[in-house]
């Protein structure tokens, strides 16, 4: 099956068309299916962009869409501490989003680039590839406070019949028949704080949607088989090494092996799953601090203080008090969204 996009993405987008004046737009079947055919998608962008007369409609509906318009995978970016950390996440977690893009960050002397690379030949709307690229753009002087200019956009398909309403948009004139779609910013931005921050938002959200990570190949496929071992291994209090490599049926040396290859170690990854459960279960409002120190088979509640301090740089009852009292954006439950492939 062809590449497809979240069915909160293109819900939103189908959503905002209306509101224009495409009453014609895409209507979404109910169901559980949570990606959209990428050629259905695609239908819904070209019949707007032709019946309300707007070759640049990719643009238009990135200005009036709200900051949580797009579920988690927008809260993610926008409740980061910094815009480092919020485009991290939101690279890592853009396959939530779309099956047919990736994103990457790339930095090179005074410049930074965010660069979507497409995973698939067959060919899809630009209207698509104008609305990623114009989204993140907003998002970013949104989250900042202030307009930002970019000295460089690239696309990948050919140049529309008129070019000012990019100009006026990105305040520079787009390139177009690239190798890639690309956005290029001053470097020194990554590094400033978001207006829109909310830590303990922003933390348990990524938690959750490392959760739902859907594994790759190689490197990512061995990760996700060790962090799936040492999960059910932290419900059994057992969280030996030589455990998660008879689970894995391994040796613990080819285990420790792989895993210095992969970059990371057991110990590493046993503290990450017990960060993300802790965070989950502090969200829960289920149990105690002392209660989740003895599920996460810490020694004593002192132990898990200390990691969890060493994790968040705060402690459980002050995240937890934090993320009840926030005044940032507030995630809606269910907005999650799980991408194939």
Do not use: N
Not at 106 to 128: K, Q
């Amino acid at each position: 099956m062809a590449p497809g996009i979240s069915r909160a993405v293109v819900a939103a987008v189908v959503h905002e068309l209306a509101q224009m004046g495409d009453r014609g737009a895409l209507p979404l079947a109910s169901g559980d299916a949570m990606v959209v055919p990428g050629r259905a998608a695609d239908a819904a962008f070209e019949h707007a962009a032709e019946r309300l007369r707007d070759p640049a409609i990719a643009l238009s509906v990135a200005r009036r869409l709200a900051i949580g318009a797009l579920g988690e995978i927008d809260y993610v970016l926008c409740t980061s501490d910094s815009l480092r950390v919020g485009l991290s996440r939101l690279a890592r977690f853009y396959r939530a989003a779309t099956e047919r893009v990736t994103l990457a960050i790339e930095e090179s002397g005074d410049r930074a680039s965010l660069v979507f690379r497409a995973t698939t030949r067959e060919p899809y709307s630009r209207h698509w590839r104008e609305f990623a690229v114009a989204i993140i753009a907003r998002r970013i002087r949104q989250t900042l406070g202030r307009e930002v200019r970019f000295p460089a956009i690239a696309f990948a398909h050919d140049a529309p019949a008129r070019l000012e309403p990019y100009v006026a948009f990105f305040g520079t004139r787009p390139r177009f028949g690239e190798d890639a779609d690309r956005m290029v910013f001053a470097r020194a931005l990554l590094d400033e704080p978001l207006r829109t921050a909310a830590k303990a938002l922003g933390d348990l959200l990524e938690a959750k949607m490392r959760a739902i990570e859907p594994p790759e190949a190689g490197r990512d496929a061995l990760l996700a088989r060790v962090r799936r071992a040492v999960a059910a291994q932290l419900d059994d209090r057992d969280l030996a090494l030589a455990t998660t490599a008879a689970r894995l049926a391994t040796s613990t040396r080819t285990l420790q092996r792989e895993l210095a290859r992969a970059r990371t170690s057991h110990k590493a990854i046993v503290d990450e799953v017990r960060r993300e459960r802790a965070l989950a279960l502090l969200e829960s409002g289920r149990m105690t601090t002392v209660e989740i120190s003895e599920r996460l088979a810490f020694a004593d509640p002192r132990a898990f203080f200390r990691a969890f301090r060493r994790w968040t740089g705060t402690s459980p009852a002050a995240l937890r008090d934090s993320a009840r009292q926030s005044d940032g954006p507030r995630a809606p439950r269910g907005a999650i969204v799980r991408a194939r492939g």
